[in-house]
């Protein structure tokens, strides 16, 4: 039983499209990531939702839109793909929670990845 | 200067052989100290996390903080083809409240050999 699953694996796409991306956890974690993953390995954070509160949004361009419809769902919409947007798209989750105090370590649980391919 | 450094490697070792794999960062609030492994083309899963300064032990696997240098490390004795994966190190500040990110370095590719 998939923790963290997320969909399509593999997007192979045209300049100028716009795709999607989604992501759903069954952890009954409070909080989702996305992560992108460039040719280099680097992963670096875009975007995170906490039950359903957008709490971290990083210099992205505004044609990454994330959504999440519940707190088990994080969707992230691409306008107008460019080549440079050709990466590995993480989604991940953790306890975390604002409002509950911390645990410490915020450990996230990553999915196994989304390929995009902009051609 | 990034926030965390890791060397990209990539290192190649032989079967049975101890490996270490080193960190810097210059943010002196993180706290929590990761270590992830990425297997190729999956998604990287948690190997350990230590608090603060000192060090853990698991396995085959110790991971060393000295938060007065900065410096992190990850050694893995009796190193196994299995072991071959992308090592990530990773940093937060914690303690709750809205401080939910984490900082990656680069991963450092290790390749284990019969």
């Known amino acids: 039983d998939t923790a963290v699953s997320q969909t399509p694996k593999y997007l192979v796409t045209q300049m100028g499209n716009d795709k999607s991306i989604k992501c759903e956890q069954n952890?009954?974690?409070?909080?989702m990531y996305w992560y992108k993953q460039d040719s280099k390995k680097f992963l670096k954070i875009m975007f995170s939702?906490?039950?359903?509160?957008?709490?971290i949004n990083e210099t992205v361009p505004n044609r990454f839109s994330p959504k999440s419809p519940d707190k088990a769902h994080l969707n992230l919409h691409i306008n107008s793909l460019e080549l440079g947007d050709s990466a590995v798209y993480f989604c991940?989750?953790?306890?975390?929670?604002?409002?509950?105090?911390?645990?410490?370590?915020?450990?996230?649980?990553f999915g196994a990845g989304s390929r995009l391919t902009v051609l | 200067q990034k926030e965390v450094e890791q060397d990209p490697g990539p290192l190649s070792v032989p079967e049975g052989a101890i490996v270490s794999l080193n960190c810097t960062y210059s943010?002196?609030?993180?706290?929590?100290f990761m270590w992830y492994r990425q297997y190729s083309r999956k998604g990287p899963e948690l190997l350990m996390y230590?608090?603060?300064?000192g060090n853990k032990e698991d396995g085959r696997f110790t991971a060393q903080v000295d938060k007065s240098s900065k410096y992190i490390s990850l050694f893995i004795r009796d190193s196994q083809p299995s072991d071959s994966a992308t090592y990530l190190c990773?940093?937060?500040?914690?303690?709750?409240?809205?401080?939910?990110?984490?900082?990656f370095g680069k991963g450092t590719l290790l390749t284990v050999n019969p």
């Open positions: 991940a989750s953790s306890q975390e929670s604002r409002g509950r105090v911390s645990s410490g370590a915020n450990v996230l649980t």
């Open positions: 952890l009954g974690h409070d909080t």
């Open positions: 939702y906490n039950n359903k509160e957008l709490i």
């Open positions: 943010n002196s609030a993180f706290q929590y």
């Open positions: 230590t608090y603060s300064s």
């Open positions: 990773a940093m937060s500040a914690g303690g709750g409240g809205s401080n939910y990110k984490l900082t």
